[in-house]
């Protein structure tokens, strides 16, 4: 099977949460479209990382104006494969509210200087209303509604693992 940098691998090595744990130590030191080139599962693990990651770091109106945003469907996508529709619901809905395509397009076309720090109202055209919604939807993501993401991942991993040729 081919892994993120190119090279073959043996996915049989691994388990769903050692993947994961290889997974989140590697990615980020390839680009975007180099997992695109990996099977739909490494994919899936890949982007709910790095929508992790980033919910985690930075909420979701950062989530919405970085470059990781254009990939929304397929954080949608991978939520539905390891079976967790209720983020993919909430993560589309607000999505619709606030297209991360846009929101990247208007943060930068607000020319933002390197390490100069900026509001997200400053930078986009959102009514109050849409970014109050969009704070009520993300308080339904999993990690303030207490969903552990985690299980169901390594699950469909390990499902995906199995299936694969030896």
């Known amino acids: 099977m081919r892994w993120i940098d190119g090279s073959d691998v043996d996915i049989q090595q691994y388990a769903g949460e050692s993947l994961c744990t290889v997974l ?8 975007t479209e180099e997992w695109l080139r ?15 990651t980033e919910l985690t770091m930075e909420g979701i109106f950062t989530f919405l104006e970085n470059s990781i945003g254009h990939y929304a469907p397929n954080i949608i996508r991978a939520f539905r494969n390891i079976g967790d529709s ?8 607000i999505c619709q509210i606030a297209p991360p395509d846009l929101m990247r397009g208007e943060f930068l076309d607000s ?3 390197e390490y100069e720090l900026s509001s997200f109202d400053a930078d986009h055209e959102l009514t109050d209303e849409a970014a109050d919604e969009i704070e009520a939807l993300s308080g339904k993501l999993y990690l303030k509604s207490g ?3 985690w299980p169901l991942l390594f699950k469909y991993l390990d499902e995906q693992i199995a299936v694969c040729e030896k």
């Open 24 to 31: 989140a130590d590697t990615l980020w030191k390839h680009s």
């Open 86 to 93: 209720t983020d993919a619901d909430v993560l589309a809905e």
């Open 147 to 149: 969903l552990d993401i």
């Open 111 to 113: 020319n933002p200087q």
């Open 38 to 52: 990996c099977a739909d599962f490494i994919q899936d693990a890949c982007f709910l990382i790095a929508f992790d």
